[in-house]
């Protein structure tokens, strides 16, 4: 016994098939009409029914369901009943139509295919063949869908830890990389402190020390940000204080950067106090790092300027550079950790700052955008804050 389809009538059979014949329509593949026993289809249907994770239909050129069977078609919301007689374009989507309709007319054309196909939410393996001729052409097609969902969805959560596996051990690596510098250059101020009695090498001395220090403090601080960002627990300290004096101090924080690359820094800030309520050592750390980024991207005798607007609902700053620019198709990738669009390691940073200054933005309810012309033309990054972040998103000291 064998499962036919018998394309005049419409309907399932089994062709019944006596060894002692050895005839064949040569243009249907068919066995004689003699030999075709029409079969009721309840026990075809039951066992396909009981498919677990799958379906078998059965299509005419038009691509109109002739027959279907399997729990697969109950899993989207189907039945068997319901998708008799109908077409693919009634019960689908167009995008996933003209997309299975290519594998389709494979089958059509006398061709096995067999592809992938994701609908409902499911994942599918599905393969199309032809089932029967009129004529010297395909008639029916058999499509069998099994969902492999299960299967698909531990190998996406595999794929996803080992990007975090890779994402930590990139952090470790940079982070090493980042803290050599500085710790070399305190070595060599430690050592002159040490070895020299002369005033002005030890004060050179101690102010090396001191910016090295920074570097680690902000180092750090991006550090233990970014983890507690990615793992969801960065929490606000909110707090009543003057923006406007925040700015200045993060900006005397970060102005030894610009002296050493000669850079022209330049300040506008409001006379007035602007008074907000937020985490300062977090807006203080987004000011920061938006200035350290303008200051590493831009050359000896360029320009970085500060300006501060208060604005109704809160205040914007405005850290505009002179720098190499950023190319329009890296001004998204730039917010993603470890990214620098483009840029090279050597000019350092671990590649957190931008994007935790933006985490931080948003959990203050404002935002960190990035705009430039292109490459070489500078770029400029704008820090909307509001007085006061939503509702809910923060926690009051």
């Known amino acids: 016994m064998i499962l036919l389809l018998n394309p005049t009538a419409g309907r399932v059979c089994f062709a019944s098939i006596d060894r002692r014949a050895r005839g064949y329509h040569s243009d249907t593949l068919l066995p004689r009409p ?6 009721r289809t309840s026990l075809v249907d039951t066992l396909l029914q009981r498919l677990p994770n799958g379906s078998v239909s059965v299509f005419d050129r038009e691509y109109r369901y002739l027959w279907a069977a399997g729990a697969g078609l109950n899993a989207v919301g189907l039945t068997s009943d319901y998708v008799l007689g109908r077409f693919l374009h009634e019960l689908f989507p167009p995008d996933e139509v003209a997309l299975v309709l ?6 059509f054309a006398g061709h096995e295919d067999v592809f992938e196909l994701v609908t409902f939410g499911r994942h599918y393996s599905m393969t199309a063949s032809p089932l029967s001729w009129i004529d010297g052409a395909v008639a029916t097609i058999v499509v069998v869908a099994q969902d492999i969902t299960a299967l698909v969805k531990p190998a996406e959560a595999v794929e996803s830890l080992q990007a975090v596996v890779r994402q930590k051990d990139l952090l470790l690596a940079t982070l090493g990389h980042e ?6 250059a305190m070595r060599m101020a430690v050592r002159l402190v040490r070895d020299s009695e002369e005033r002005s090498i030890r004060e050179h001395a101690r102010a090396v020390l001191e910016r090295q220090m920074d570097v680690l403090e902000r180092l750090v601080a991006d550090m233990l940000g970014g983890i507690a960002a990615q793992q969801g627990t960065l929490q606000l300290q909110l707090e009543p204080f003057d923006l406007t004096e925040v700015v200045a101090a993060s900006i005397e924080s970060a102005r030894h950067l610009c002296d050493q690359n000669r850079h022209v820094l330049d300040v506008a800030l ?9 985490d300062r050592m977090r807006v203080q750390q987004v000011v920061s790092n938006l200035l350290a980024n303008a200051a590493r991207y831009t050359p000896e005798h360029g320009t970085v300027s500060v300006c501060m607007r208060e604005e109704r609902d809160g205040a914007t ?6 720098g190499q620019g950023i190319a329009s198709t890296d001004l998204a990738a730039i917010f993603q950790p470890f990214t620098r669009g483009g840029r090279p390691r ?4 671990i590649g957190l ?5 933006r985490e931080i933005a948003v959990r203050h309810g404002g935002t ?22 939503p509702q809910g998103g923060a926690h009051l000291s």
Do not use: K, M
């Open 353 to 357: 700052g931008l994007w935790l200054a």
């Open 368 to 389: 960190v955008d990035a705009h430039s012309e292109g490459l070489g033309q500078g770029a400029t990054f704008t820090f909307h804050l509001p007085r006061r972040p």
């Open 102 to 107: 290519e594998h389709y007319a494979r089958a």
């Open 270 to 278: 409001p006379e007035a106090s602007v008074p907000v309520v937020a």
């Open 34 to 39: 003699r030999f075709l026993v029409p079969f």
């Open 179 to 184: 803290i050599r510098n500085p710790l070399g």
């Open 346 to 349: 050597e000019d350092g940073g």
């Open 317 to 322: 700053i405005t850290v505009r550079d002179t």
